[in-house]
């Protein structure tokens, strides 16, 4: 049985952009309108959020922090997982405060510049960082900050000549679109042999009002990619033609599909979580049939003790010698609807469910050539 308590300090935030907006929205539908709910579902407190069992869900997603010494002084807001990639976390201030946001448990952190700078030396450290490539500055939201993000990136372009890819992760231009101007753009300016990327959260198309993708192209103006990362989150976008829609939109906005996470065991969110099977089901029917173009599907993903893993669970029906049979969500009915001439090729089996089963030839295991 679930322990009902209040969730560990972690206020309702909302900038002064989504308050009114909700209240636009608001006006236009119901308060209680699937349009509306799937925005304020993601920014108002919810009574679900105190249903917690402690025996399996925690207060952080991972611990990753590395609570090193360098230069005879500690180093604050730094995580690492993976041999690429570090992670800076230069402020936990946010514009609006998500309700199924990873860090709602992590102490305040805002660092000073001697800080930074200390961080940045560390990442150019060649005995503590020679296969790191990539810093991901994150938070918080590094956009509320722009002075302290534009000497950190300084410091790193300065002092940590590895790093080749520096990705800034913010939803500034979904929460609070005006604070997109010049102090935001000159942080995010071309660097010789940087490149910057803008890793945003966009969970659902409603979310993309008209000053949201004026932020975003002034950022893509300024010469920042920008690529997106989705939480699977029930009842804000865990149906198909949400997530259509959404990744139609986003790519109709230069927007990079990256991840479709599967919203993690966390204090306060089994009220979002769907199945892991659930979230399979939905990932084959958008990237599997058609249902959007290739070049915007993401990976459904895991958050784990481990780090990231994405789940392609259930595509391999089965093996015979070499071959796999591979499962599809396109049905032929579908198919001829739209191709009359197409024909059903040998290699196809048709599953109980109507839907395409296709024999595909595997690789060589390396050993055996």
């Not at 961080?119 to 060649?126: H, P, Q, V």
């Not at 396109?330 to 024909?343: G, K, M, S, T």
């Amino acid at each position: 049985m679930a322990e009902v308590r209040p969730r560990v300090e972690f206020k309702e935030k909302l900038s002064p952009f989504l308050r009114r907006k909700i209240a636009e929205l608001t006006d236009q539908y119901d308060a209680l309108s699937p349009v509306v709910r799937k925005l304020t579902r993601q920014y108002l407190a919810d009574p679900a959020e105190r249903h917690i069992d402690e025996a399996l869900e925690r207060r952080r997603h991972y611990d990753a922090e590395m609570p090193t010494v360098y230069e005879g002084k500690p180093l604050h807001g730094l995580e690492r997982l993976y041999r690429r990639v570090i992670l800076i976390e230069p402020t936990t201030v946010c514009a609006a405060h998500c309700r199924y946001c990873l860090r709602a448990h992590y102490e305040p952190l805002h660092l000073r510049e001697d800080e930074l700078l200390l961080l940045a030396r560390y990442c150019g450290d060649e005995a503590h960082c020679r296969e790191v490539r990539e810093v991901l500055i994150t938070g918080g939201d590094p956009l509320m900050i722009p002075t302290r993000l534009n000497f950190l990136i300084d410091a790193l372009a300065e002092h940590a000549p590895n790093i080749r890819h520096i990705r800034v992760g913010s939803r500034v231009p979904l929460q609070a679109p005006e604070r997109v101007e010049e102090d935001i753009l000159h942080a995010l300016r071309k660097r010789p042999a940087l490149q910057i990327e803008i890793g945003t959260h966009v969970n659902h198309a409603v979310e993309l009002f008209p000053e949201v993708n004026a932020a975003f192209h002034k950022l893509q103006d300024a010469g920042c990619r920008i690529y997106n990362q989705s939480v699977l989150m029930r009842g804000v976008n865990d149906s198909i033609e949400d997530l259509v829609e959404l990744f139609d939109a986003l790519r109709a906005l230069w927007i990079e599909p990256h991840y479709l996470f599967h919203c993690v065991p966390m204090q306060g969110m089994a009220h979002f979580r769907t199945t892991l099977e659930e979230g399979l089901e939905l990932t084959r029917a958008l990237v599997m049939s058609g249902a959007v173009s290739g070049r915007a599907k993401p990976m459904y993903t895991a958050m784990t003790d481990i780090g990231k893993i994405t789940l392609y669970q259930g595509t391999i029906v089965k093996r015979k010698g070499r071959h796999v049979l591979l499962q599809s969500n396109y049905a032929v009915e579908e198919r001829i609807q739209w191709n009359p001439q197409w024909a059903q090729p040998d290699s196809v089996e048709i599953d109980p469910h109507g839907r395409m089963r296709v024999w595909y030839l595997d690789g060589e295991n390396g050993a055996a050539r």
